[in-house]
C-alpha cells in the first residue's frame, strides 16, 4: 500500500504546554518487526499531562498520544505465512494490511522473560508511544515496533462464526482505545487488590494465612485445623470488605466498573466502597455511572466524597479500623499519603497512578508500623487484555456512549491545531473529561 509523504501529528515543544499541529514525513518501516498503522481514533490521556506540565522533562519537540486503534497499512519483512510454526507470536504469521487493531500503550515483544511471566509492562524491548523514544499516536500515522506483540488484531483470529465476528465488528474504534490504557490499567489496580494474601482472609473466609493456600490441600487442612483451635472465627464484620478509591478521572472510573463486575463475580456481600475526587463534577459522574450498574453487588454501599468527607465515612462505616484497600490512581504524593491514612493494619495500598522523580514521602517506618503492603508499577497492558476486552464487551452501555451522563468519552474531536491546543488545555484543568481524536475527521 503506498503512503503519502507527510502526515499531520500533534508535537509538544519543550518547555511544555505549547501544542501544536505540524505537518511531518510519514513514519516508515524501520525494522522487520514494524508495522505502519493508520490511526483512526486516538486518546488524550491523564498521563500525557505530565510532559505537558513539564514534570517529565525533555529537550526535543516529539509527537504526542500513546492510545490508539486504527488499521495496518504497512508490515515490515517479518510478517507472512513463513512465520508460522516459528515459536513467535502468532501475529507474525496472520496479520495482513488492512486488518483492524488497537495497540498497548507501550511495545511488547512477547517473547521475553517478562512477556513470558505476563509482565509485559516491563518488556525487555518495551518503548512508550509519546516519547522522546517513539513518536507518539496523536497523529496520521504511527511506527509499531514489535507489532506482532504489541498489537491486538479485531476481530481475533479465534473468531470464526458470523455472530462472533459481529460482535467483535460492532465495537467502535472509540470504545477499542479504552484498551490501549484505561481500562486494563482500572482491571489491573483491581485485581492486584483483590487477589493480594492481606485481602483473601476476607475472600475465603479463613484466616491469614491458611487463606492463602489450596482449598483441600495438606497444608491448607492441617493449619486450618492448628489455628481453629487457638482462633475464634471470622465474624460477619470480619469478613465485609471496605475499598477506597482516589481518584474518579477515566482511570477511576474504569477501576469502579472493574471493581462491580469482580465483586460480582466473587459474590461477595456488603462491601463498601468510598470514591474520593477534589472534583465535584467526578463524583457526580462516577455515581450516575454506579446508580446505572445497579450499586455495589450483594447490599454493599457506594459513597462519594471529598477527602475530609471520605476519611470520617471511613472511621464510621469501620469504628475507626480504617479500609482493607485504597487504590491510588492519582500518581501524588498527597493521594499516597490519602491512601495511607485511609488503610488499616495490614492494608494493602496499589497505585497505578504515574508517579514523579520526587521521593515517596511515607517512610519505612511507617509502613512496618502498619504491615502496609505498598504495590507500585505501570500496567502490563498486553497480559490484562483479555480481561479487560470482556469488561469491555460487557458493559457497553458505559465505554461506548460519548458525551453522556454516564459515559467515560466526554468528546471527539478533529486532528488540528485550535482542537488539539484547546483539548489539552481544557483536559489540563479538569474542564472536560476523556477526549479522542479522529486524525481523518
Not at 504524593?333 to 514521602?361: K, T, W
Request: with cysteine.
Amino acid at each position: 500500500m503506498s503512503l503519502p509523504a507527510t502526515h499531520k501529528a500533534v508535537v509538544l515543544y519543550p518547555p511544555g504546554y505549547d501544542i501544536r499541529v505540524e505537518t511531518l514525513p510519514t513514519p516508515k518501516i524501520e525494522h522487520p518487526d514494524d508495522a505502519i498503522v493508520k490511526v483512526k481514533v486516538a486518546g488524550l490521556c491523564g498521563s500525557d499531562l505530565h510532559q505537558y506540565r513539564y514534570h517529565d522533562r525533555f529537550e526535543n519537540p516529539f509527537v504526542t498520544g500513546h492510545e490508539f486503534a486504527g488499521e495496518v497499512v504497512a508490515l515490515g519483512s517479518s510478517y507472512g505465512p513463513n512465520a508460522a510454526g516459528s515459536g513467535r507470536p502468532s501475529l507474525y504469521s496472520t496479520l495482513k494490511e488492512g486488518d483492524k487493531v488497537v495497540a498497548t500503550f507501550s511495545t511488547s515483544c512477547c517473547e521475553c522473560h517478562f512477556c513470558r511471566m505476563g509482565f509485559t509492562s516491563r518488556c525487555e524491548s518495551s518503548l512508550l508511544f509519546g516519547s522522546q523514544l517513539l513518536p507518539g499516536a496523536q497523529a496520521q500515522y504511527v511506527r509499531v515496533p514489535k507489532a506482532g506483540g504489541t498489537l491486538f488484531k479485531i476481530p481475533p483470529g479465534h473468531a470464526t462464526t458470523t455472530e462472533e465476528i459481529a460482535r467483535w465488528n460492532s465495537i467502535s474504534d472509540a470504545s477499542l482505545l479504552l484498551l490501549a490504557d484505561i481500562l486494563p490499567t482500572g482491571v489491573f489496580a483491581v485485581t492486584q487488590a483483590l487477589q493480594h494474601p492481606n485481602i483473601l482472609p476476607i475472600l475465603n473466609s479463613k484466616p491469614f494465612p491458611t487463606s492463602s493456600f489450596a482449598q483441600g490441600s495438606t497444608i491448607e487442612q492441617s493449619s486450618t485445623a492448628l489455628l481453629t483451635e487457638d482462633l475464634p472465627p471470622l465474624t460477619d464484620a470480619d469478613k465485609r470488605l471496605t475499598i477506597a478509591i482516589i481518584g474518579l478521572g477515566p482511570v477511576g472510573l474504569c477501576a469502579v466498573v472493574s471493581l462491580l463486575d469482580q465483586l460480582a463475580s466473587k459474590g461477595l456481600r456488603g462491601t463498601r466502597v468510598i470514591a474520593i475526587d477534589l472534583s465535584e463534577s467526578r463524583r457526580a459522574k462516577i455515581a450516575k455511572v454506579v446508580e446505572k450498574l445497579g450499586g455495589v453487588p450483594g447490599n454493599g454501599i457506594f459513597r462519594t466524597a471529598t477527602i475530609e468527607e471520605g476519611k470520617k465515612i471511613v472511621a464510621d462505616w469501620t469504628g475507626g479500623l480504617g479500609c482493607n484497600t485504597a487504590l491510588e490512581i492519582v500518581g501524588h504524593n498527597d493521594a499516597l499519603q490519602l491512601a495511607y491514612d485511609l488503610i488499616r493494619p495490614f492494608g494493602v495500598i496499589c497505585s497505578v497512578g504515574v508517579h514523579q522523580m520526587e521521593p515517596v514521602g511515607i517512610t519505612g517506618r511507617f509502613l512496618y508500623n502498619k504491615n502496609v503492603s505498598l504495590i507500585f508499577g505501570r500496567c502490563p497492558v498486553r497480559a490484562i487484555f483479555p480481561f479487560a476486552l470482556q469488561l469491555l464487551l460487557k458493559r457497553q452501555d458505559i465505554f461506548a456512549g460519548i458525551g453522556e451522563d454516564t459515559s467515560l468519552i466526554d468528546k471527539v474531536v478533529g486532528l488540528d491545531d485550535e482542537s488539539a491546543k484547546e483539548s489539552y488545555r481544557k483536559f489540563e484543568k479538569g474542564l472536560c473529561g476523556k477526549v479522542l481524536f479522529e486524525p481523518w475527521r
